[in-house]
């Protein structure tokens, strides 16, 4: 791999950290996916195409890693423990404690999620990618992920008891219509 996309793939770290954490629900299986897509992204990295997203090309290969996975365990839940959440409280608000609380609570409502939602959820509402770019990376229709947003979005509003009706809030989900 060349020195520029090397240290592309270290940058990207983070991201990629927090997209495998929430598709495995802790941060040791995360940090495990996350090793085994770079290695293999640097085993097939002859199959990326420079020019295009190395970040869309990462969230595929953590994807596919994670199904396949998911297939050889057979197992058909995945828990997503607050802890496993990377810590966003600030002691100094005064609303620390109820803003844990709203996050354990929507960690909680995400588990509950189909993993073809909750997988497009993370994308656009916690990466803040647009429906296109998600489309592109999953190789789905952009009305497929349209439409599976919204029946995340429904029920984590539905579980949360959330007074705004589905399709009105979508601010707070970082939404990125382009």
Known sequence: ???????????????????????????????????????????KQHQWQPGTRLDSWMYRIIQTTWIDQKRRQRSDTVSLDAEAVPETRDPRSEKAAENQNMLDRV???????????????????VEGRSYQEVSDML????????????????????ELGSSDGPGQGSE???????
């Open 1 to 43: 791999m060349s020195e520029d996309i090397s240290e592309q793939l270290v940058s990207l770290l983070p991201k990629l950290r927090r997209f495998a954490t929430g598709l495995t629900g802790n941060l040791s299986d995360a940090d495990d996916l996350v090793q085994q897509s770079c290695e293999k992204a640097l085993r």
């Open 139 to 158: 190789e789905l229709p952009k009305g497929t992920v349209m439409s599976r947003l919204y029946r995340a979005r429904s029920r984590v509003q539905a």
């Open 107 to 125: 960690s909680q409502v995400l588990k509950l999620l189909p993993e073809e939602q909750r997988v497009i959820m993370l994308l656009i509402a």
């Open 172 to 178: 707070h989900y970082g939404e990125k219509t382009q």
